[in-house]
């Protein structure tokens, strides 16, 4: 059984007890967040697709951990102009772990 979900405008796919990194939570570890923006379920050879959503299902994740990216390095060049700019940015990341997935 899966479900790919849309969560803070991107799309996972959730299985059980499956690990998913998503931009950073404000929320305490091992905390427990319901996500009812269901796009799609399959569970044994049956598909259930929303329009946009599949009504009453849901996916139970919990809080694992928050951790920042690798660097990522913007270097800006223009010849002849001396005009050379470097700019850093590591972005943050929560991982959730598939506790179950709901369908009504």
């Given at each position: 059984?899966?479900?790919?979900?849309e969560y803070k405008g991107k799309q996972y796919?959730?299985?059980?007890?499956?690990l998913?990194?998503?931009d950073k939570i404000d929320a305490?570890?091992?905390?427990?967040?319901?996500?009812?923006?269901?796009?799609l379920v399959s569970?044994?050879?049956?598909?259930?697709?929303g329009a946009p959503y599949v009504k009453?299902?849901?996916?139970?994740?919990v809080v694992e951990d928050s951790f920042k990216d690798g660097k990522v390095i913007v270097y800006k060049y223009k010849s002849k102009?001396?005009?050379h700019r470097t700019i850093g940015h590591r972005q943050q990341y929560t991982t959730v772990r598939v506790?179950?997935?709901v369908v009504a």
């Open positions: 059984m899966y479900a790919l979900v796919k959730a299985e059980k007890d499956a998913i990194q998503v305490e570890k091992g905390s427990t967040i319901d996500i009812d923006t269901v796009l569970s044994d050879g049956s598909v259930s697709v009453g299902a849901k996916v139970r994740v102009k001396d005009y506790q179950e997935i």
